[in-house]
């Protein structure tokens, strides 16, 4: 069983069901949070995290967006562009999904993930504005590994993105969306197993 599969039981039934629900949810693409704790995983094991470290990322990972549960799934899956009070309402999510988790989960890694994957690396991300390494390495991981999926998954607001897309998009976005140790080690792990799969 993959590590993921092996996180699963391990949480809360009701914390399993906010993912399920989630995973239903109107304009949330089901299996993201699966898909993003597995890229995680790969670049948290590039960037030699331990095991306690791989822990934390497997559990934030598949907990990143739990905070959407409490916002409206016609909101999350708008074709038209958000107006600048329905973009604030969809960033309250990271709040809300740590408060949801922080009365039963110590793990200091796993509410890192849910408050901080959208802090950016130039300082202009949210909920708390961090910059660099203010933002700890287990969210600057799922930052990298959560933007990658969502550009691969069509939806309803744009079409999907291709791998070699996805993957400039990344680099031309180091160093002011993501932490440009986070992008390179995604671009050498995903370019050599495309190399695999190619050989």
Avoid: N
Avoid at 61 to 87: M, N, R
Wanted: net charge negative; with cysteine.
């Amino acid at each position: 069983m993959s590590p993921v599969g092996h996180a699963l039981p391990r949480l809360a039934p009701r914390f399993r069901h906010f993912l399920a629900e989630l995973d239903r949810r109107e304009g949330y693409v089901a299996g993201h949070s699966v898909s993003v704790c597995e890229t995680a995983l790969r670049l948290g094991e590039a960037l030699g995290l331990d095991a306690d470290e791989l822990d934390g990322v497997t559990l934030g990972a598949l907990l990143h967006d739990i905070g959407k549960v409490f916002v409206d799934g016609q909101l999350l899956g708008k074709p038209a562009p958000l107006t600048p009070a329905e973009a604030a309402t969809i960033r309250l999510h990271p709040q809300l999904g740590e408060a949801l988790l922080a009365p039963t989960v110590s793990h200091e890694t796993v509410l890192g993930i849910v408050r901080w994957h959208h802090e950016r690396w130039d300082g202009g991300g949210y909920p708390d504005g961090l910059a660099g390494a203010a933002t700890p390495l287990p969210a600057r991981i799922v930052a990298a590994a959560d933007a990658f999926v969502a550009m691969g998954e069509t939806r309803t607001y744009r079409r999907s993105r291709g791998l070699d897309d996805a993957l400039a998009e990344l680099q031309r976005e180091s160093a002011r969306q993501f932490d440009p140790g986070c992008v390179e080690a995604l671009v050498d792990v995903l370019g050599a197993a495309t190399r695999r799969e190619v050989a």
